[in-house]
């Protein structure tokens, strides 16, 4: 069974960097089968797609925020990482990490609440 969990901090500063980690159990971010990506739903709002990363480690971001993030991964830890620079409030959202699989991301992670204020 594959499991995803979010982790990083719950508050962020406006202009500071959001930083979370996904730590994945059951499956293995190298594996050909599959994709990691991050998604996140601000308040009142729908999921909006931010990022992903393949097996072999080349990531896509979305176009509207590509500027401002970056995913990375370390595989001695199976864990894959977000960070969104220069935050403003509107980047408050609860974020979640998912596992890509054949056009759609099939397990996702609890998610974690990152509220961006002063």
């Known amino acids: 069974q594959v499991q995803l969990q979010e982790s990083g901090p719950g508050l962020v500063k406006p202009s500071q960097t959001l930083s979370l980690t996904c730590t994945v159990s059951?499956?293995?971010?190298?594996?050909?089968?599959?994709?990691w990506g991050w998604i996140r739903q601000p308040p009142g709002k729908g999921l909006e797609w931010l990022g992903v990363?393949?097996?072999?480690?080349?990531?896509y971001y979305s176009p509207s925020l590509k500027s401002r993030t970056t995913i990375t991964r370390d595989t001695s830890k199976n864990q894959f990482s977000l960070q969104l620079s220069s935050v403003p409030p509107d980047d408050t959202a609860v974020y979640y990490c998912?596992?890509?699989?054949?056009?759609?991301?099939?397990?996702w992670g609890p998610g974690t609440q990152v509220t961006v204020s002063s």
């Open positions: 990363m393949y097996n072999d480690g080349n990531a």
């Open positions: 059951g499956g293995s971010l190298t594996a050909s089968c599959c994709a």
């Open positions: 998912a596992r890509g699989n054949d056009l759609t991301y099939d397990y």
